[in-house]
């Protein structure tokens, strides 16, 4: 993903969540997705999706089930 679009997504994400320290980052050789961080924490990858004029975005994020033991 283009780094104007990686910022508007970290910029939605924030207002969304309203959770200081998500970070948006590019992913290595990949140029249809980026990664979610909170802090050093990997949370989840977001897709990017074109499809017949449309862009739409996917957020796929996985959760172990020891981390529901909080």
Do not use: H, W
């Not at 050093?40 to 020891?66: K, P």
Request: glycine fraction near 8%; include cysteine.
């Amino acid at each position: 993903m283009k780094p104007d679009e990686i910022k508007k997504l970290e910029a939605y994400f924030g207002k969304i969540f309203q959770t200081p320290g998500l970070v948006v980052k590019a992913r290595p050789n990949k140029d249809d997705s980026c990664e979610v961080y909170k802090g050093d924490e990997f949370l989840g990858i977001i897709y990017r999706d074109e499809d017949e004029g449309e862009l739409s975005y996917n957020f796929s994020m996985a959760i172990l089930d020891i981390d529901l033991d909080i």
